[in-house]
C-alpha cells in the first residue's frame, strides 16, 4: 500500500513539474497575449465601468497620475511628483513629460482635466462620477479646478480636507 501511494505521489508530482512555463530570456515581440478573469468586463472604458475585472484589464492601457504599492505607500506615475497643502485642501502634481498618447499627443495637465470633465458630466453617467451620485457623495468632496499651474503641473483645490 505505500509503495502504491509513493508511485502515486510521484506520478503526481512529476506531472504536475511539467506543466511550468518558464520565463524568456529576452522579451518576446508581438503574438497575442491571453489572460483569463473569472468575470468577462462589462465594458473596457473606465470611465463607464466601476467593475473589478474592467479594472484590471483597463489597468493594462489605462494609467493614473500615482500608484498605489503593496504596502499601501504612493510611488510616482504619471505624475512624477506630488504635495498636498498642509489645510489637505490643496494637491499640486508635477506631471511626466515622455508620455503621449496612441495618436502622438502629448499628455499634459488638460488631458488630466479633460479626463476629470469628462467623467463629471451627468450626461456620461459614469459610476466614477461624483455628480451621478450627490446623495451618497457630498457635495463638499468633489474637487474645483481652480489652477493648472502650467502645461506640466496641475493644481486641484478642494472646499475641504481629503486627507
Given at each position: 500500500?505505500k509503495?502504491?501511494n509513493?508511485?502515486?505521489?510521484?506520478?503526481?508530482?512529476?506531472?504536475?513539474?511539467?506543466n511550468?512555463?518558464?520565463a524568456?530570456?529576452?522579451?518576446?515581440?508581438?503574438?497575442?497575449?491571453?489572460?483569463?478573469?473569472?468575470?468577462?468586463?462589462?465594458c473596457?472604458?473606465?470611465h463607464?465601468?466601476s467593475q473589478?475585472?474592467?479594472?484590471f484589464?483597463?489597468?493594462?492601457?489605462?494609467?493614473s497620475l500615482i500608484?498605489?504599492?503593496?504596502?499601501g505607500?504612493?510611488?510616482?506615475?504619471l505624475a512624477?511628483?506630488?504635495?498636498?497643502?498642509?489645510?489637505?485642501?490643496?494637491?499640486?502634481?508635477?506631471?511626466?513629460?515622455?508620455?503621449?498618447f496612441h495618436?502622438?499627443?502629448?499628455f499634459?495637465?488638460?488631458a488630466?482635466?479633460?479626463?476629470?470633465?469628462f467623467?463629471?458630466?451627468?450626461?456620461?453617467?459614469?459610476?466614477r462620477?461624483r455628480?451621478?451620485?450627490p446623495?451618497?457623495?457630498?457635495?463638499?468632496?468633489?474637487?474645483m479646478?481652480?489652477?493648472w499651474c502650467?502645461?506640466?503641473r496641475?493644481r486641484v483645490?478642494?472646499?475641504?480636507p481629503?486627507?
Amino acid at each position: 500500500m505505500k509503495k502504491n501511494n509513493l508511485l502515486v505521489s510521484g506520478v503526481a508530482i512529476a506531472l504536475l513539474a511539467s506543466n511550468v512555463a518558464y520565463a524568456e530570456d529576452k522579451p518576446v515581440s508581438g503574438g497575442a497575449l491571453r489572460w483569463g478573469v473569472t468575470t468577462e468586463p462589462s465594458c473596457f472604458d473606465p470611465h463607464y465601468s466601476s467593475q473589478q475585472a474592467a479594472f484590471f484589464v483597463a489597468r493594462n492601457y489605462i494609467d493614473s497620475l500615482i500608484a498605489k504599492k503593496a504596502d499601501g505607500t504612493f510611488a510616482p506615475w504619471l505624475a512624477t511628483e506630488w504635495s498636498i497643502s498642509t489645510d489637505g485642501k490643496e494637491y499640486t502634481y508635477k506631471l511626466r513629460e515622455d508620455v503621449v498618447f496612441h495618436d502622438g499627443e502629448k499628455f499634459d495637465a488638460a488631458a488630466v482635466k479633460a479626463n476629470y470633465d469628462f467623467v463629471k458630466k451627468p450626461e456620461t453617467r459614469s459610476p466614477r462620477s461624483r455628480c451621478s451620485r450627490p446623495t451618497i457623495v457630498p457635495k463638499w468632496s468633489r474637487p474645483m479646478w481652480s489652477n493648472w499651474c502650467c502645461r506640466r503641473r496641475i493644481r486641484v483645490s478642494w472646499s475641504r480636507p481629503r486627507m
